[in-house]
């Protein structure tokens, strides 16, 4: 059963390696995880039902050139055989002295020892058992997902997911927070002032401003949330255009 | 269809909103990826298939109760009636103007609020269309999720796992990175000096250090490893048995 040559000389992403899945389905899930987040390399070992499996092409839809490209392997000892870092996601301590990682840290760590010429491998157990000790044994370091402890049961798709997330978040440009302008530029401070300016010269004329002893801090109460609004340019004039409207209704009612 | 009133009393996690979710299954398996990371507020509005829905309940096993305890709407107004801040997962820009949040982010953001009081919802559109213009409008933000612009389908299930992910990240304490022991002890400065002067000994006495030019260059070497080593003090019994033995076997050999 072993499969074609190791086939990534391009050392620029991690292998995942699905070791002993059982369901074709999940290789299908896990395939498209992977593209989700532009992982393309995948190695399978000793899957349960054979390969190559109708029912992960049929499941894997739009990723199915993953499963086309993946390496096939009787074991985990051949499937890692040319990585230097290998990390094996577990879900239980395993009595091994060995560094746990976070996703996050994992992926960082990859990324680091792949930019640095490195070969790195996760790998990803079976559905119910997970990885057995003789595969951990293996592994540079343990990667744990911080799950809820009284439900930890993630499948192996899941699984695959988050590191893929993880390993994008480490690599890609991941902007925190942006605005959407909608093709609308900010307002700037002279189109702020002068809706201020309009708003209050027409509520002062309609006798808004009232008691008299409370109309300084009024005044000073709307400038304020004008400025603190994040207004476009076509809200001020929204803005201006219902305060004129409303007063050219005043002027006819 | 207007359920329950609205059960979430306790502020301390943002509620989830499938909003007109099609499948069972998909409602079933964002319950059991909530409770992976310790999320248990759901709402729904009009589920396509009606509620309760059999093929949720079979798909959430372990998460049941989340279905159970759902609150079920109308609209996606009733649903973030009590919400003080919104967020709407979307795949693509909206043509609002409107901010857009990582997901990382979107959940530090619903931590702070939440710890200060207020509400929080997260909107999850239905698998195919995703959320309208008409629901999103009501939200404060966006959450987009940095996915492969190639291959961006992420499932309902999927996105509702990142989200819950990044919850748990924004609020249990991750260790990016610790040691398993396995019940041993990291050997100190003394053991492993002891440890490199029993090589060193037994490797003189053997011969090991030849040429005589080179000898001082391979002793610095030979410390330098042992001292490179995440060594146990077990590690360290270990290799003084390993060399004890080898040493046996030389004086019977």
């Not at 839809?61 to 577990?90: E, I, K, N, P, Y």
């Not at 994992?106 to 070969?119: H, P, S």
């Not at 439900?151 to 997330?165: D, E, G, K, R, T």
């Amino acid at each position: 059963m072993t499969g074609p040559t190791i086939p990534d000389t391009d050392r620029k992403q991690p292998a995942f390696v699905l070791v002993r899945p059982q369901m074709g389905e999940n290789i299908g899930a896990s395939a498209r995880a992977m593209w989700n987040f532009g992982l393309d390399r995948m190695r399978l070992v000793a899957p349960r039902d054979g390969w190559p499996n109708p029912a992960a092409v049929a499941m894997a839809s739009g990723a199915g050139r993953l499963l086309d490209g993946a390496g096939l392997f009787d074991d985990v000892a051949g499937a890692v055989g040319d990585c230097h870092f290998v990390m094996a996601t577990t879900a239980r301590a395993r009595g091994l002295t060995k560094p746990v990682l976070s996703p996050e840290r994992a992926m960082q760590e990859a990324a680091r020892r792949l930019a640095a010429g490195e070969r790195v491998a996760m790998l990803f157990g079976p559905e119910r058992a997970g990885l057995e000790n003789e595969d951990v044994a293996r592994a540079n370091a343990l990667v744990n997902v911080p799950v809820n402890p009284e439900f930890p049961s993630l499948n192996l798709a899941q699984c695959v997911l988050l590191c893929a997330y993880e390993w994008r978040r480490a690599t890609a440009e991941v902007v925190a927070e942006r605005m959407d302008m909608a093709g609308a530029d900010r307002a700037d401070r002279q189109e702020i002032e002068r809706l201020a300016d309009h708003y209050e010269e027409r509520l002062e004329a309609a006798g808004f401003f009232f008691p008299a002893h409370k109309a300084a801090r009024m005044r000073l109460s709307l400038r304020n949330m004008w400025s603190r609004m994040p207004l476009t340019g076509a809200d001020v004039r929204m803005l201006h255009g219902i305060m004129r409207q409303m007063v050219r209704r005043a002027g006819r009612g």
